[in-house]
């Protein structure tokens, strides 16, 4: 997928969240089709009208307007542009009845999806009434109902990137809308799911949004979630969202910190769809292109090499594709990630496989000479390898990981003279001796190993000891 500008890029993506191919009707499909039992239903104005609920004003404005057809409906709204803002929100802010609500959040949808420029009579209304545009529909995404919730976000994110540049959602309101986006993703069971991420799609693609979200925390989500179960249309969509944020050079840059490549590669080996492949490597490649800075392309690559990229793409060459950008990618890819293997020494592949949290018994660990020359560097960038390691005791559940992190602290300790007293103050000891009494034999042998090592000082005494069965060991 060509990546050299991102505008002529999603210039070629449909404006709207709904117009994008049969891929993407499914992807509201809870909604749309709510939506549209919605529309069959009739609202009973006079009623409303009768209890002195709403005004006579804003009776007349949307009787004529719910009765009307497109070309009538124009006509209305040329005739009176501001009337249509204040009936809206009147209705809204008065009205109490689920059902009625639906209809009206509906019917502005449906207002705005008619014409995106209608977005400038909210604006104009609110600006007049020295009110915030924003704050009517964002109080309505509290409400329980989750239709209602749901239109209003679309609602929101429509005015949100159809505004000019001047004057987008921003503070605030814009931290507020994007938590709540943040925050029903990450809700179990949340039927609305795909419509959320669409608002998502939609908000990403203005550079504004994208560093907002970044602000919210919002990459570990997207990061998260993918990380579990989630069928191939989350995946798609959440996958588009990290591809329209690495666009940003900033964001491009700390991407990976997050994990993205070798969760994205967990996917990539088990995807069925094409569109998901496609989108993934589009990722991949943003994120060697984008970064200004070479040791974090190079990181991305080998990073990508060690979750074995290389070989998906093998597999993926042989498959047959309708799309031409596909196979431009994986050239892209294939190209880098040889190029980087050629000069990749065995301490940057340990860095990039610790960064990566995914530890396993790769060579440079049982090397000798590899820690005899590479012990020390472990301190480099404010001991963040050693800090990485002693969180991965803390914080992971396999038993791989956990047993080459002990072995490697024990090693760092075996071969640099002031490890042990660094270890105790980054608090890795403890964390080492809290493994004595894992469930897995692998990971209390290695820990109890690494705790020899910690408190024995002449090593090789204590080697020769090992290998002599009952021999006691000397502290």
């Known amino acids: 997928m060509a990546s050299d500008n991102i505008n002529k890029v999603l210039g070629t993506l449909p404006e709207d969240i709904e117009k994008a191919g049969v891929d993407n009707l499914a992807a509201t499909s809870v909604l749309q089709q709510r939506a549209s039992e919605i529309r069959a239903q009739r609202i009973n104005w006079q009623s409303y009208l009768q209890s002195q609920m709403i005004s006579q004003e804003d009776f007349t404005f949307i009787s004529r307007f719910d009765g009307g057809n497109a070309q009538d409906r124009e006509k209305i709204?040329?005739?009176?542009?501001?009337?249509?803002?204040?009936?809206?929100?009147?209705?809204?802010?008065?009205?109490?009845?689920?059902?009625?609500?639906?209809?009206?959040?509906?019917?502005?949808?449906?207002?705005?999806?008619?014409?995106?420029?209608?977005?400038?009579?909210?604006?104009?209304?609110?600006?007049?009434?020295?009110?915030?545009?924003?704050?009517?529909?964002?109080?309505?995404?509290?409400?329980?109902?989750?239709?209602?919730?749901?239109m209003t976000s679309r609602v929101v994110a429509k005015m949100?990137?159809?505004?000019?540049?001047?004057?987008?959602?921003?503070?605030?309101?814009?931290?507020?809308?994007?938590?709540?986006?943040?925050?029903?993703?990450?809700?179990?069971g949340n039927e609305y799911v795909q419509s959320v991420a669409r608002c998502l799609q939609m908000m990403l693609r203005l550079d504004d949004y994208r560093h907002a979200f970044v602000g919210v925390d919002g990459i570990?989500?997207?990061?998260?979630?993918?990380?579990?179960?989630?069928?191939?249309?989350?995946?798609?969509?959440?996958?588009?969202c990290l591809w329209v944020l690495s666009f940003n050079v900033d964001v491009a840059t700390k991407l990976n910190k997050f994990g993205v490549?070798?969760?994205?590669?967990?996917?990539?080996?088990?995807?069925?769809?094409?569109?998901?492949?496609?989108?993934?490597?589009?990722?991949?490649?943003?994120?060697?292109?984008?970064?200004e800075e070479l040791e974090v392309k190079k990181e991305n690559c080998i990073s990508m090499v060690q979750c074995k990229v290389l070989k998906q793409l093998e597999l993926l060459e042989q498959r047959k594709f309708d799309d031409e950008d596909i196979q431009e990618d994986i050239d892209y890819l294939n190209e880098k990630m040889n190029?980087?293997?050629?000069?990749?020494?065995?301490?940057?592949?340990?860095?990039?496989?610790?960064?990566?949290?995914?530890?396993?018994?790769?060579?440079?660990?049982?090397?000798?000479?590899?820690?005899?020359?590479?012990?020390?560097?472990?301190?480099?960038?404010?001991?963040?390898?050693?800090?990485?390691?002693?969180?991965?005791?803390?914080?992971?559940?396999?038993?791989?990981?956990?047993?080459?992190?002990?072995?490697?602290?024990?090693?760092?300790?075996?071969?640099?003279?002031?490890?042990?007293?660094?270890?105790?103050?980054?608090?890795?000891?403890?964390?080492?001796?809290?493994?004595?009494?894992h469930d897995d034999p692998n990971v209390r042998y290695e820990a109890l190993l690494a705790v020899q090592k910690l408190m024995v000082h002449n090593w090789e005494y204590l080697g020769r000891q090992l290998e002599k069965p009952g021999a006691s060991t000397q502290y």
């Open 77 to 150: 709204v040329q005739e009176n542009p501001l009337q249509c803002a204040k009936t809206f929100y009147n209705l809204l802010g008065h009205i109490s009845k689920d059902q009625t609500i639906q209809y009206l959040l509906t019917l502005v949808d449906d207002f705005l999806q008619e014409n995106k420029n209608r977005v400038a009579i909210f604006r104009e209304f609110a600006r007049k009434r020295r009110e915030s545009v924003w704050a009517h529909f964002l109080n309505l995404l509290n409400r329980p109902d989750g239709f209602i919730q749901n």
């Open 160 to 188: 949100a990137c159809w505004s000019p540049p001047g004057e987008l959602m921003a503070g605030s309101d814009l931290q507020y809308y994007l938590t709540w986006l943040k925050d029903q993703l990450r809700m179990q």
């Open 220 to 240: 570990a989500t997207l990061v998260s979630v993918l990380s579990g179960r989630v069928n191939f249309q989350i995946q798609y969509q959440l996958t588009f």
């Open 261 to 291: 490549i070798p969760i994205l590669a967990d996917i990539l080996s088990d995807a069925q769809k094409e569109k998901v492949s496609r989108i993934i490597l589009a990722v991949f490649r943003n994120l060697i292109e984008k970064p």
């Open 339 to 437: 190029a980087s293997v050629q000069d990749l020494s065995s301490y940057d592949e340990y860095v990039t496989e610790v960064r990566s949290g995914r530890l396993e018994w790769s060579p440079v660990h049982r090397s000798e000479k590899f820690w005899r020359e590479n012990a020390q560097h472990l301190n480099d960038k404010n001991y963040e390898l050693l800090k990485i390691l002693i969180q991965l005791l803390e914080t992971s559940k396999d038993p791989l990981v956990l047993s080459v992190a002990c072995f490697d602290l024990g090693e760092y300790v075996r071969h640099y003279q002031r490890g042990k007293h660094v270890l105790e103050q980054l608090g890795g000891k403890t964390m080492v001796m809290a493994l004595l009494s």
